[in-house]
C-alpha cells in the first residue's frame, strides 16, 4: 500500500540520508521525495511516498524516532491531508495548435511557463492524480519532456480529526 510520510528533521548535513536509508535497508523504494524548508530556518521537512505494508511502515517510524536529527514523524493520511506536487511539461506546439493546448491547460488550471518557436513548456500545481491526468492528455499531441517534483503536504486542520501521538519537536 502506498504512504506519505511526513518527517521533520534538524537542518543538518546527513539527516535526509539517514532517513532514506532506513527504507533502502529494508528494501523498499521510495516513490517520491521532496525535501525544503520549513516555518523554522533549522528545521526541514521531509516528506516522502513508499508503497509498503502498514505494519512495516509503523516499525520503521519507530526506529526513524531514534534516528539523530529526527524531531516528529507523522503519517499523512489519504483525505486526512492536503498534498501537492508541480510539474514543468514540454509539448511539441506549432503555432496552429497552440490555442488548443491553451484551452486543455486551463481545464487543470496549468500556466504557459515558457514559450518557443515549436515548443511550450507548462507548469502545472495539483494532486499527483491530477499531473498524471494533465500528462496522459498532452502526450497524443507530442509530449517531449516532463519534471516533476515529489509529493509535499501538510495534515489538514480539521477539529473533527483526532490528534495522534507523536515525537514532540525540541
Known amino acids: 500500500m502506498r504512504h506519505t510520510v511526513s518527517v521533520l528533521v534538524e537542518n ?4 535526509l540520508a539517514r532517513v532514506s536509508n532506513m527504507f533502502a535497508r529494508r528494501g523498499f523504494n521510495i516513490e517520491s521525495l521532496a525535501v525544503g524548508p520549513t516555518e523554522r530556518h533549522d528545521v526541514s521537512r521531509i516528506t516522502l511516498t513508499v508503497d509498503c505494508p ?26 486526512e491531508a492536503v498534498e501537492r506536487e508541480l510539474a514543468l511539461v514540454r509539448v511539441s506546439a506549432e503555432p496552429s495548435r497552440r490555442a488548443e493546448l ?69
Open 12 to 15: 543538518r548535513p546527513g539527516a
Open 54 to 79: 502498514a505494519d512495516l511502515l509503523e516499525q520503521i517510524e519507530k526506529q526513524m524516532h531514534k534516528l539523530v536529527n529526527v524531531l516528529r514523524v507523522s503519517t499523512l493520511e489519504a483525505g
Open 102 to 170: 491553451i484551452a486543455l491547460s486551463e481545464v487543470f488550471d496549468a500556466r504557459v511557463a515558457d514559450l518557443g518557436p515549436d515548443s511550450m513548456i507548462f507548469e502545472v500545481v495539483g494532486t499527483p492524480e491530477q499531473l498524471e491526468s494533465f500528462e496522459e492528455l498532452l502526450r497524443p499531441h507530442g509530449l517531449t519532456e516532463l519534471a516533476r517534483t515529489g509529493r509535499i503536504g501538510l495534515a489538514r486542520a480539521s477539529a473533527s480529526r483526532a490528534p495522534r501521538p507523536q515525537h514532540v519537536l525540541r
